[in-house]
């Protein structure tokens, strides 16, 4: 749990079990935000017992890992947080997630509340083992695993036919993961369909193939939506990067050539414009090294190093 928010647990807890007249201050440290503190009195007030009200006022204001922290403090704010039958609740996690994770502004897949859907962004590691690295998302099953993990709960099309002897027409209702001509179906998936599916009488067994196959079809077109909204955010991406890059390096020329007007008292000049870009490594790293605004602390140490190159080839070019 952040430290900004253990202090909360163990003030609720001491109020909960003193309920002495007390000042509280929760402090949320953000320089984004207007609001860094919250300040109530427990007198006459449990703690834990914040009006509901009050409670979706301060949560308005907080990012999705505030959240998902506040859930964890005590069983009243995470019923506050957990209800999905509640608008409101649903509001503050939408909410958060369009206010501090602009990137995903896709809605939740079908099925998938709103906090359940940042979780599974918010969170590191893989959700199976456990591990902290290399996890990533599948949307086509909604789960965060690691490679591992990932290949040892997919099957292939033919693997599933052999082994588990289901049936062809199960296969549009289970979201599939494409790789190559072959298409793999998560195992956990596959096992849990067909033990409800042998469980229910003739006519579950239609309804229920029909609601997964649309369920399913749901789900893969939620994958696709999102695989082009991200070509998209890496093709905007480069495309911002070029600009600046394309910026920086035209500031870059601009300064040079103004080097290159620079005089000594006499009016000699001090610079042969032609020697200060012609083989100059460090004029070509100052241009290719990174697409960031040139600031004018930079430029300094850029001209020096300019300068040094220049001056360590004036003598042997004097000399031919």
């Known amino acids: 749990m952040p430290p900004r928010l253990r202090s909360f647990r163990k003030e609720a807890q001491k109020a909960k079990e003193e309920a002495q007249p007390e000042e509280t201050k929760v402090e949320i440290k953000d320089p984004e935000r207007e609001i860094t503190s919250i300040s109530f009195s427990t007198k006459d007030v449990n703690f834990t017992q914040v009006a509901p009200e009050i409670f979706i006022n301060i949560c308005k204001f907080l990012p999705p890992i505030?959240?998902?922290?506040?859930?964890?403090?005590?069983?009243?704010?995470?019923?506050?947080?957990?209800?999905?039958?509640?608008?409101?609740?649903?509001?503050?996690?939408?909410?958060?997630?369009?206010?501090?994770?602009s990137t995903f502004d896709i809605g939740p897949p079908d099925g998938m509340s709103e906090r359940d859907y940042i979780r599974l962004i918010v969170e590191k590691g893989c959700q199976l083992c456990g591990n902290k690295s290399g996890a990533s998302i599948h949307w086509e099953f909604l789960v965060r695993v690691c490679n591992q993990c990932f290949k040892a709960n997919i099957a292939s099309f033919n693997s599933i036919m052999a082994n588990y002897q289901i049936p062809l027409y199960f296969y549009p209702a289970l979201p599939c993961y494409s790789r190559a001509d072959s298409g793999y179906f998560w195992l956990p998936h596959v096992k849990k369909f067909r033990d409800e599916y042998n469980a229910a009488n003739s006519e579950e067994k239609l309804k229920m193939l029909q609601d997964c196959t649309q369920k399913s079809h749901r789900i893969m077109l939620d994958k696709r939506a999102r695989e082009t909204s991200k070509s998209r955010e890496r093709t905007a991406r480069i495309q911002e990067s070029a600009k600046k890059r394309k910026s920086r390096q035209d500031r870059i020329h601009?300064?040079?050539?103004?080097m290159s007007k620079e005089t000594y008292e006499d009016g000699t000049p001090k610079f042969d414009q032609h020697l200060l870009k012609s083989n100059n490594v460090a004029y070509c790293k100052a241009i290719n090294s990174t697409s960031t605004s040139l600031t004018d602390r930079a430029w300094r140490t850029w001209r020096k190093k300019i300068e040094k190159e220049y001056y360590s080839k004036v003598p042997s070019i004097m000399d031919q």
């Open 66 to 101: 505030d959240l998902l922290s506040l859930a964890q403090v005590c069983r009243l704010f995470n019923e506050y947080l957990s209800s999905k039958e509640s608008e409101s609740t649903e509001l503050i996690w939408r909410k958060a997630r369009l206010t501090f994770l």
């Open 254 to 258: 601009q300064l040079v050539d103004e």
